[in-house]
């Protein structure tokens, strides 16, 4: 397969270079172009453009829009110029005539600037599979980080929030999953720095996800650029992507002062779990306490919230049920919980400088209220960055980012104790946030924690109960110098430091909660603290050489050194039982209970690069770039390249572009105003694969209280980075003068060397170790087609971005492997994706005993009977009919979480000051295990179900697809089925603003605007969960799994933006 | 503009036709049976009379309620003879035909008993299909809450065993049982108001009426167990009543009033059995309190079917005194007192009764007459006497055999215990076993085990430490202080051993003289009651740490009873 690459490679250079040398042929002949320049609007001339071709000729258009130029090679590359109007290109020498029409600079031209390793180049010389994110009108959408941009535009990029929890961020999978167990995340950088995108330490406020990236503000994002295939100048980093995001910078001397402040309303959900009601709820609890055998029918009948004698007051005191008032409501415990909250945002910036320097400092405060009470986000920040050029050889820069981020946060997943959301679904719903009394009088009191064990959510969300709080403090910097060398020679080096702490303050008070016992003894009450840090120093230094040849051959190459030291350190103790709720400090807890933990991180990278970019007449386009790399996380056996006693990989890279359009037969087809064939080879890494997995580590261990060290681990020295071979090819064209622009791209990337955890003998002591085994590929295309559909008095654009991935597990030496998440199987099997979901068909419930008996199906208890299924039952598949025990070996594939087709559509208005933009986003073809609608209509317990329990199978006879009530489910029929797995398809009206541009005739006032913005209004999708989007975590394993979380929230806000 | 407006309008289009996909899920989901079993009910006009019934007596809001039931719906047919107007009766007709949980005629009615509303516990004849007497015609109509059956007839409906025996008139058992009714004070309920002038509290009285003491020991009126109860005829009565008197005298009872009261209490006592049984099946029956009582040959005169069980009124049964007045058997374990609890060692022994004997920490000095022997180990002759040669060899056993732990060190040291005794002559023996190893290995020397036993009778004084005599000697209201019974066994010997009287020393209460008469081995008890048993050391010696060891499993109180 390697070889037929290889092969394939070296034929498409030696057609490059053929076609380079018939190009060649024709440099020479110098000519006269003239033309016309137009506005594509209106088709009136534009005066003053300049057209021409640097260092050689340029003129500027007079009045009439004409101009003319000589001394022009045939087939060179006219640069068209003129402030407000977008940039193009064209090609002399075909035509008489040229007649060139030009867009506004709001236009998404083929000639726009996209980020690449080593600054910003054309988007039209480029020969990778990038895709850049338009964010100059994003700040409109309001995000708190910049995986929204990214999700709305990201070409490619399969972006999921993990959940409506403001700041929480999303997980992004670019062309499909780069692992299984490893890191799955691209590799971001900022303004050249690696950015550390996950937490270092996990969140103790269980089932919350912090992204980092939200200490960048969006409005100080200048571009963000995706790599999604030639990332091997990141070597060992490269595998899952790349992004690289360049922060705001002054471009010119002018001082502009930019005030921006936005206020908003985020709306309480209207689309709830339906559950049963009061009525429903208390005829399903006595059906299953009657059956639970925990009560005789009197004992039942005597329970307080079961027993309907009302309490009277006698001269002795009390009679009857003291408690029946307490068991008498009618909660919408989802409504006691969720709630609408406001928004807001103030944010400064101010650019300028001289010739000498160049600055952009902004500062900025935003809060964004969650939509489950006591939730918030709020966020300081401040970034400088400045350009100096010291000396004519010496230019400098510094990028500068502090933030102090504050997040309230409620516990999420399938947490029953403290997450609201779960708890307000399974509380009774005659059950009220508040007690009342023997009278029926409500006291200010909670309800504690109720006889099912169950806390009161209303107690859950108050923010003076609960204690659930994160802080996270980051300074992120940098340095560099870039120095003139000659003529060819320049010398680059940065200098960057990231430092992240991390706290967060827990406190969960014995008021309305339920607590776990510990096994040493009960909970009342549990304070928790974390405070984690991070320090990472980085440094990139390199050479570049840069040729140009009478502008046919254009040459840069770099060689440089990348250098990287990570330190974390995260250390918290969970604490119980303090003498009271007012006590909350750790130091109050009991001292027997106290538990405390930490970890020590540290690791190193380093990285040889070469890059060589070489074009020809600008149509023959290759790029080569190889990193070597050596880290403290491979296996000093590892199988690689052998220096200074370390193990280094190797990851080249080839990638080539044509420009047909610029060739002459094509021109002269006039059909295409670009064309562009691209091809790519290359091999990147994963290094996420632990720290210390590849070393023997030891860990302490307490034996009656004298402490020691013990294996931690069973080390595999010959451990190795996971390796990813991407193959791309793409095709990029535009017509009818732009207003028509296409880009296809198909790839296969191969994963091998996966790093896959096997069970260890019992004997080891150790449960499992790692090794390399197993690949698997994703195969897919993308395609991005963008259109000016209106073009007079109102512009419309419109992009639709389509992306396709398909996901194979190609080998793994334990040919299929099933891992349980959350009550869920996922399966791993040679020939399929991973993530599958593995489990029971299931065709409905039995409505009589004689269909039951029919089918004669039952399950094998633990000792050894058999026990039929009868009336109400779930009718199972029986897939191995060498039995009628429904077991494991019945069990089958029942859903994909894998979209069949996912995307955005991106949808910018203009007419005259006013200014629409919406975007659509959209999956297609998923399947999602809804873990927590299976917890709520599994009935096993005393715990509330979802209307559709109230269906139940009652009665011999019954049709119905729900089966009967059953305490503790006997019979299994909530197992893990084809019940709970439902179609994710889903389409998203994510975001939608309308702006106005204020006239102003002040000169004092540069610019006025004000926008709405409507984000999340609307949601299509047959899924039955709260929202269709989450993602629980990073790895695939776990995609698709909607354990409860808090759904995006629907906001519309106000902004307005001011230029002085 | 036009875009926007077309954007605007596919935009609302696309909402309005937004459905919810919970509609179809609960849908899907099968008809949620809405209504409730009162609507139910109500909507059948061939169950309109059971409708009426529930609406007067205000049932109806029951059966709209969310608990669960089972409701009998006896079909119109059914009501001919039931007076509608009289609420009361009416009102217990409903509550007999709706029970608690809903019981399905396929799934779970087959083998339950219901708990109906009206306190009664029903059964479900599943082959039948009869509910307590009406054919279920139409099963499972299911409600959201519950489920109903249809039935011919009304639920049948009979009164419990003690209502049925308070029905009996002009007999001494009925009136006998009836007499133990009587009200009393509710002290929860009961608010006190104040004192009065010698400070006792004063209270606004709330009182419970109808408490039959009888019931708290054997809750005949419970229904949701299942009873038999057998009733004498007057001369049947009596003749028991002779019987058993001379076995329960009660003390200072000059009138026989409490002594016949007692005997009346324990014939009624004997004839309840636990669940619902045909005597004329059976030749013998046994009764809560273990007595058996012969029914062979009863005629039974009236029998009446109850809610929970059956009611026999018979001529007679001879109860057998051996059934009625048994041995008593007291655990060693089961000391109630000692001098010092911390002496009395409870050990785990497979061969002792109730798993357990007692053994106290002390003592023993011994001497014994032990022959001479040569160096090869024969006698040697005596020179005086031409028999073998002996000499007196004193031994000291002791447990635990450790020498630094403490022993009882008390004179007359006693380990206490209670037992009920009718008023009858009993002989006394015990178990005192001592498998202690080094006692017995020694043929010259093993160890023999003498422990005094004293009494006292029931409505006597109790036993005491110290008389005139000695502090620590004890006294005895029974036999007096120089009379006590003593048990005599052998170290290594498991056997029961008969306790009979010796006579003691004054002061150190030593064994003199073993009595000789016939009565010096029986114990008579003049009266029915408590008994205080004192099992002492001291029998040959008080010397410092030497007063003795002592062990028991059990004492077995054996009456002694005329031949029937």
Redesign the interface.
Known sequence: MKTKLLLFFVLFLFSLAAAAQQGGGSDNAKLTVRGRVLSAESGRPIPGVSVGVPDVATAITDDDGRFSLSEVGKGATLQVNMPGFAYKEVVAGYSDELTIRLYDESFRTMYRQVGSPFGSKDWVASTEAVTAIASRESYKKASLSSEYLIQDEGLGVNTVMRSGAQGAGGNMYIRGFSSINAGSQPMVLIDGVPYENAVVTPSIISGNNITPLAAIDVRDIESITVLKDATSIYGSKGAGGVILIETAKAREQVTKIDFHAYGGVNFQPT?F??MMN??????YL??ML??SGLY???E??ALPY?N?QKPTS???GVEGNRDYYRYRHETDWQKEIFTGSFDQNYYMTIKGGDEIALYALSVGYVNHGGIVKSTDFSRYNTQFNSQVNVVRWLRMATNMNFAYSTRNLVYEGLSPSYNPLYTSLVKAPFMAPYLYNELGLQTPNYEQADVFDRSNPAALVDEDNVTAMNKTYRFFGNVSAAVDLGKHFEWNALFGVTFDKLRENIFLPQNGLYHEPLSSGLVVNEPKALVSRYLQYYADTYLRYRYQLRHAHSLAARVGMRYQTNNTEGDWVNAYNTSSDNMQSIGNGVIDYAAAAGVLGAWKWQSLYLNGEYSYMRRYFVSVNMAVDGSSRFGKEADGLKMFGNVFGVFPSVTGAWLLSSEEAMSNLNLFDVLKLRLGYSVSGNDDIGNYTARTAYTPQNMQGYYGLVRGNIANPALKWETSAKLSAGLDFAMLNERLSVSFDVYRNSITDLLMWRQSERYYGIDRYAVNDGAMQNTGFELGVWGRI?NAG?K?DMGVNLSRYRNEVVALSGDEQVDQVAGANVLTKVGAPVGQFYGYKTGGVYAT?ADAAADGLGIRRGDGSFSPFG?GDVRFANLNDADNIIDEKDMTVIGDPNPDLLGSIV?R?Q?KRLT?N?VVTFSYGNDIYNALRASVESMTGAENQ???????????G?????PKAMWGDPMGNARFSDRWIEDGSYVR?KSVSISYDIPMRTSFIKGLQIYVTGNNL?T?????GYDPEFSAAQSPLYYGIDMGFTPQPRAVLVGVKLGL | MKYLAATCAVVLLLSACRQDPWDDHIKESGQATGSSLLDVVQANPEWSSFYGALVATGCDTLLRSANTYTVFVPANSAWGAVNMNDVAALKKIALNHIAYEKKLATENLQSASLQMLSGKVLRYDAEKQTFNGAKVTSPDHVASNGVLHVTDKLVEMNDNVWDNILKIRNNSQVAYLRSLGHREMDMERSVQRGVNEVGQPVYDTVWVEDVNDFLKAIPLNDEAKEWTYIVLENSGFVDLQTKYTPYFRVPADPQGEQTAALVSLNICRDFAFEGKIDITQHDTLTGVYGVKVPVKNAVVRNTYESSNGIVYVIDKSNILLREKIKPIVIEGEDFVGASDKGFVYKRYRQWASGAYDIILSGQTKQSDTVPVLDSLGVPILSLVTGEDSVIVESKTFSTPSSADVSRATVNNFYVEYKATVNSASYRVHYVAFDDVGGFSSDANHILRIEQKLFISMPGRPALRKGNSASAEAVTNGYLGDTICFVGQSLAGVHEETQLSQWTLEEKTQFLKRPLTTPQAAIMVAPNVGDLTLWLCNTTRSNSTRLQGMMFLDYIKLTPILPEE
């Open positions: 689309k779990y339906p009061s009525y429903e709820y208390r005829s006595s059906e009657s059956g005789s029918a009197s039942l009948q079961i309907s006698q001269p002795w209106v109102v419309w005993a009336a949808n208005l007419w629409l919406a979802t209307a559709a329990i109230a269906g139940r199978w009652s009665h011999e019954h049709e119905t697809s729900t009206l609307l299509f999708t047959s899924y039955m």
